[in-house]
């Protein structure tokens, strides 16, 4: 059965809650020149972040919001859960001490890092930061990291729908407005256009791992296999089989009142690729293409988007 993700919904719940009593402009703050939400990040948390220490054997899960970290997140749990002959789901597996922190690597409060010590190897985080502003040790000590990325137009489809959605980031009266602010490096976390291009600097380093929303939908076995190898887990078929078909869209969704409480309703979407074609004028369109082409196209990472096939088609 599947295990109730305890820490993690308390903590949206709570989120949620604080975002009721507070103005739109309250919602995010700035820290080192970009937008974070107040009601789960904070100046301290960030600060304590510097001085977190990584292990050569974390798992670490990095993605800009809406890429699908949710879903990546399962898969590397579950894999984790299988390298400790855990059972992925239940009670007994990896979740059960991972999820005494929240497993956002900057979510939550000052004090996690100190107990995040204390947690055994493998120990698993996800991160939405871009390179520069992750903990030096990360890169130091030669973790490795999964990075996710999804094309711009669905990242953008999928985060206006979230932003209407959840009360700790800012509502949309309408789609002009959102795409306004998403080109305009008003988002939280950042313009993504930015993020993969500092992402991009990275791309060629041993302990890095690119894979697309898009590829992982296309083929999710041979996904989960090569993220398998990649991170030394050893998988039979049959397990190779489980962890595939519990990280169907249509199994995270079933199983989301346990795994993210209400906020579930909101995260599991639509699931899809393309879905940008319902919202995009043709001017907007062309916008994104040309600032594509200014910040990636040519690139390793802009390259293994395939933009063309998924942005332009
Ligand atoms: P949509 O809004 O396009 O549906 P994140 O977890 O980074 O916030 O990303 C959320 C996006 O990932 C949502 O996209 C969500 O539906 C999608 N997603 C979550 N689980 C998925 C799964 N198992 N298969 C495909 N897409 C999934």
């Given at each position: ?48 972040l510097e001085s977190f220490e990584a292990r050569s054997d974390d798992v670490i899960l990095a993605g ?8 990546l997140s399962?898969?590397l749990t579950?894999l984790i859960?299988?390298s400790q ?13 991972v999820?005494?922190?929240?497993p956002?690597l900057e ?6 890092y100190?107990?995040m010590t204390?947690l055994p190897s493998r120990r698993f985080m996800v991160t939405?930061l871009r390179p520069e502003n992750l903990p030096k040790s990360i890169f130091k000590n030669n973790a490795k990291i999964l990075l996710l990325i ?48 500092e992402w991009n600097k990275y791309a060629d380093k041993e302990n890095i791992m690119t894979i ?14 090569n993220i398998a190898t990649f991170f030394g887990i050893p ?65 390793k990472l ?12």
């Open positions: 059965m599947e295990k109730s993700r305890k820490q993690f919904v308390d903590l949206v719940d709570k989120a949620v809650e604080a975002a009721k009593s507070m103005r739109r402009d309250e919602l995010l703050f700035s820290y080192k020149g970009i937008l974070y939400p107040t009601t789960v990040c904070s100046p301290e948390t960030f600060k304590a800009y919001p809406k890429s699908g970290t949710n879903w399962q898969i579950d859960a299988i002959k855990k059972t992925p789901g239940s009670e007994s597996s990896v979740h059960a001490e999820s005494e922190e929240f956002y979510v939550g409060d000052a004090e996690k100190e107990r204390k939405h999804r094309n711009p137009k669905d990242v953008a489809t999928s985060f206006y729908h979230f932003c209407n959605g959840l009360a700790t980031l800012p509502s949309y009266e309408t789609w002009d407005e959102f795409f306004t602010d998403f080109m305009t490096k008003k988002m939280a976390w950042g313009c993504y256009l930015e993020y993969l291009s697309t929303y898009e590829e992982v939908k296309e083929n999710r076995a041979l996904s989960v296999k998988l039979t078929e049959e397990q190779l089989q489980l962890v595939v078909e519990r990280s169907s869209f249509q199994s995270m969704k079933k199983n989301s009142d346990k795994t993210h409480g209400s906020f579930g309703n909101i995260l599991f979407r639509k699931g899809g690729v393309s879905d940008w074609k319902n919202l995009f004028t043709e001017d907007q369109s062309e916008k994104m293409d040309k600032a594509f082409e200014e910040h990636i196209a040519g690139t802009g390259k293994k988007l395939k933009y063309d096939l998924y942005c332009k088609a």
